[in-house]
Every structure is written in C-alpha cells, then in structure tokens.
C-alpha cells in the first residue's frame, strides 16, 4: 500500500504561483511513476505532469508546458509540483497519484491517489 498527502494548494491570482507538496509513504520504493491530474467544475480529471522515480524523465500536458515544473525528492518521499504564470483556466482540484508501471497520461494508469487539494485562480 502507498498513501499520499497532497498540501500547498490555495487561492492566487492570475499570474502568481503556487507549489504543491506530495509526500508519500508506504511501499514507495514499488512506484515507478508519480504524477500530477486535475479535475476543474463539471470536467474530467486531465493529465498535468509526471515524473519517474529517478527524476531522470518528466512529462508535461501542452496546457501546462513551460509554465509549471514537477520534481522529487526520493530522500524525503516527496513530489513537488511548482505552478507559475498561473491563469483562471487552471483551477481545479489537483491530485498526486503513483502508478508502478510506466504510464501516466490515462487515470487508470494510476494505483494509489491522493485525497486532493484546491487551485483558484482569480482573475
């Protein structure tokens, strides 16, 4: 079993930044992928970012390209999620999940999710 605790979401405004904290435990050393989905109002839970466990490789959806960073700290079982130049479009609840293969675009790549942590973005 893996748990995740996502913190750092809030409200900003459009333009400013956020990072989001995801700290894991449990059978971490078993999850090859860690990633980043958002759920907006009334949409489906899309893909944000992922990361391998050796860091080495990162995946960005286009929409958030450039603007945001995910990185991770294997020593203290955390992933990050650095969000800048953030406009109105990117709020949502945003969730940390981990999956012990190699996908990560698709939700049900994912094993283990986070309970989630709200993104708004004012205007």
């Known amino acids: 079993q893996v748990q995740l605790v996502e913190s750092g979401g809030g409200l900003v405004q459009a333009g400013g930044s956020l990072r989001l904290s995801c700290a894991a435990s449990?059978?971490?050393?078993?999850?090859?992928?860690m990633g980043w989905l958002r759920q907006a109002p009334g949409k489906e839970r899309e893909f944000v970012a992922a990361i391998r466990r050796n860091g080495g490789s990162t995946y960005y959806a286009g929409s958030v390209k450039g603007r945001f960073t995910i990185s991770r700290d294997n020593a203290k079982n955390t992933v990050y999620l650095q969000m800048n130049s953030l406009k109105p479009e990117d709020t949502a609840v945003y969730y940390c999940?981990?999956?012990?293969?190699?996908?990560?675009?698709?939700?049900?790549?994912?094993?283990?999710w986070g309970q989630g942590t709200q993104v708004t973005v004012s205007a």
């Open positions: 449990g059978r971490t050393f078993s999850m090859n992928t």
């Open positions: 999940a981990a999956n012990s293969g190699s996908s990560y675009y698709y939700e049900n790549n994912y094993n283990y």
